[in-house]
């Protein structure tokens, strides 16, 4: 990920905005520099959902995303049954950073929903930089897989 200050100050994106901000508190972005996680929030990006509305369908094939909810909410569900619903600073999808799975739960949102997209191109640069971000992810990703429940809270 190439970071291009001027783009980033075009696009209003600075260590003083709110989602870099919150980017930054999220133990997800521990030990992740400060400029990294800019290039970040400028290069990714930011979809709005109705309520309703499905954002991941299970079984349905993975496309190397991952969101984190800026705002609103998103229920859970595996197979017919709601299993979890998740808000405000929430990841979910993360499995498909890593693997090229097909997705293991279905995700619609409860509310209006806006959401910061990962892509996978996105991360290597975060992963290159400190091994907390694939630690954290393994972990969260191993958890999920014991649970049987395929969402989780950042």
Not at 76 to 100: D, H, M, N, P, V
């Amino acid at each position: 990920m190439e970071l291009n200050l001027s783009a980033m100050k075009k696009m209003g994106v600075s260590q003083d905005t709110p989602l870099v901000a919150f980017l930054k508190n999220l133990s997800l972005f521990d030990g992740v520099n400060s400029s990294v996680i800019e290039a970040l929030a400028s290069e990714c990006p930011i979809e709005n959902y109705s309520s309703g509305a499905t954002i991941l369908s299970e079984w349905d094939s993975s496309n190397g995303q991952a969101y984190i909810i800026i705002s609103g909410t998103v229920d859970i569900f595996i197979g017919s049954e709601k299993i979890s619903s998740l808000g405000q600073w929430a990841l979910f999808g993360e499995y498909a950073l890593i693997c090229s799975e097909n997705r293991s739960a279905t995700v619609r949102s409860s509310s209006n929903l806006q959401c910061l997209i990962l892509k996978e191109p996105n991360i290597f640069q975060i992963t290159d930089e400190t091994h907390h971000f694939n630690d954290v992810l393994t972990r969260r990703i191993n958890e999920n897989i014991e649970a049987n429940r395929g969402v989780f809270k950042i």
